[in-house]
């Protein structure tokens, strides 16, 4: 997300907000906090009124509405775009799998954002051919009796081998 959007964001759900406060929320630096603020304040995108002298309440003005709004909009789409990357990648690999021959899949990682849009291109994948998917929490609870795929989506670097593709990876092993 734009650090100025976050910014933003972070001080229309708590306007009286300090420096501090706002930098530990956000995980920027003080210094880069200081710079936005400024910067958004110097272009009549937020104006600060003191509440005692070392304690200001930000308050987002309609120039800063209408920036905010820019923003976030850049941000949406920009993430439909990357979600529909995602998703083109699970079907690639469930697609690739099922022409091998393989029609269990296990899904292995934190039940997150991915794991959904994975789960659905599962879902979708299923309903067009005989395959089955289940969710596991170890390595363990693979049937290896049966040809199968776990897939993974984690930020680590996990190689793909023959029976775990990371969703996230390529086929040549390098990040899309």
């Known amino acids: 997300m734009d650090k100025t959007l976050r910014i ?12 501090r ?3 530990k929320r956000t995980g920027y630096s003080l210094g880069t906090v200081n710079g936005l603020l400024q910067k958004l304040i110097d272009n009549n995108h937020i104006v600060s009124r003191a509440i005692t002298p070392n304690h200001y309440i930000y308050e987002i003005t309609s120039t800063g509405d209408l920036l905010k709004a820019h923003l976030l909009y850049d941000f949406i789409v920009d993430g439909y775009e990357v979600i529909g990357k995602v998703r083109t990648q699970a079907k690639k690999v469930i697609e690739e799998s099922v022409r091998q ?5 296990y899904l292995y990682g934190e039940e997150d954002a991915l794991f959904k849009l994975i789960k659905m291109s599962l879902i979708e994948y299923k309903r067009r051919a005989a395959i089955d998917y289940e969710t596991i929490e170890s390595i363990d609870q693979v049937d290896a009796s049966i040809s199968h795929r776990v897939l993974v989506w984690n930020k680590e670097t996990v190689e793909s081998d023959r029976y775990v593709v990371n969703v996230l990876l390529n086929h040549s092993g390098r990040a899309n």
Request: glycine fraction near 4%; charged fraction near 15%; charge should be negative.
């Open 21 to 23: 406060q706002l930098a």
């Open 8 to 19: 933003m964001l972070t001080i229309e759900e708590i306007p009286d907000i300090s420096q």
């Open 101 to 105: 021959g393989v029609f269990m899949f």
